[in-house]
């Protein structure tokens, strides 16, 4: 019986992202890319789903490796399953993309996503895209500006931390307004006072 040697190397690969050498797992992450990306990322994104943590967290962090390329990809998975730890870990990946590469091209596909996560009921998808959100940076700040007079307090709460994380000379002064403005929760405005202290 003769032996694929590819998919072999691709199985070795694979054992390597249980390497609890970073090093070793990085190696795995770039030979993926390099010379198996289509096989990686369709064996990869069946993991996205998994019961197990350190499988899916790896999963997440080798496909955000393969770079923009990947983006449109992922938006349609996101858009494609009502599963919510396939959609975090959508989320998790363009969190990865926005904080190492400019996605201003991308920026349609990113708001979809984005607008979609924030109306969803889950927590964990909400304070990811607010993650999403803080990783693009200035751009996300009028939206952001918005989530923090949200009626749903954690999502204001983020969203205020989000802000303070951005250099942005307007924050200053919004974060003043925001304190004082009586229409909103009281735990709102007490958030905004602490992150004026920040």
């Known amino acids: 019986m003769s032996v694929d040697i590819h998919q072999s190397n691709l199985d070795d690969l694979f054992s390597d992202l249980n390497h609890p050498n970073p090093n070793i797992q990085r190696k795995a992450f770039v030979s993926m890319r390099k010379e198996w990306p289509k096989e990686s990322i369709e064996r990869l994104i069946n993991n996205l789903d998994s019961s197990n943590i350190h499988l899916r967290r790896i999963s997440v962090k080798a496909i955000a490796f393969h770079g923009v390329e990947i983006i449109y990809k992922i938006v349609e998975l996101y858009f494609s399953s ?117």
């Open 82 to 198: 009502a599963n919510i730890t396939l959609k975090i870990s959508c989320l998790k990946i363009l969190v990865i993309l926005a904080s190492n590469y400019n996605l201003d091209d991308f920026q349609d596909d990113i708001d979809s996503v984005t607008l979609d996560a924030l109306q969803d009921d889950s927590t964990e998808i909400i304070l990811t895209a607010i993650s999403l959100l803080r990783q693009l940076g200035t751009i996300s700040v009028p939206q952001l500006k918005k989530l923090c007079r949200d009626e749903n307090v954690l999502k204001a709460k983020a969203a205020i931390t989000a802000l303070i994380e951005i250099s942005e000379p307007s924050l200053q002064l919004f974060l003043v307004e925001l304190s004082k403005d009586l229409t909103i929760d009281l735990i709102i405005r007490n958030n905004a006072i602490e992150a004026l202290n920040y």
